[in-house]
């Protein structure tokens, strides 16, 4: 592996290209990966638990951290 290339100013050298939707599609399916929406909220989250973290468990972490 070489260096970069660095520009006038001795930082790395950048490039900027636009890709169409279909070569973004290629390069995903090629590194077997996918353009994925995150899931906004787990189906097995537990709400009851959820709260006792947020109202016992979290404030003695942040004044511990404090």
């Known amino acids: 592996m070489g260096y970069p290339e660095m520009s006038a100013s001795g930082q790395p050298a950048t490039y900027s290209y636009a890709i169409t ?3 973004l599609s ?3 399916k090629k590194w077997n990966s ?3 929406k995150t899931i906004s ?3 097995q989250r537990d ?3 959820v709260m ?3 109202n ?3 404030p003695a972490i942040e004044a ?3």
């Open 34 to 36: 996918t353009p994925q």
């Open 56 to 58: 016992e468990e979290y």
């Open 52 to 54: 006792k973290w947020l």
């Open 21 to 23: 939707l279909q070569e």
């Open 41 to 43: 909220r787990t189906y």
């Open 64 to 66: 511990k951290a404090q």
């Open 26 to 28: 290629k390069y995903l």
């Open 47 to 49: 709400e009851v638990r």
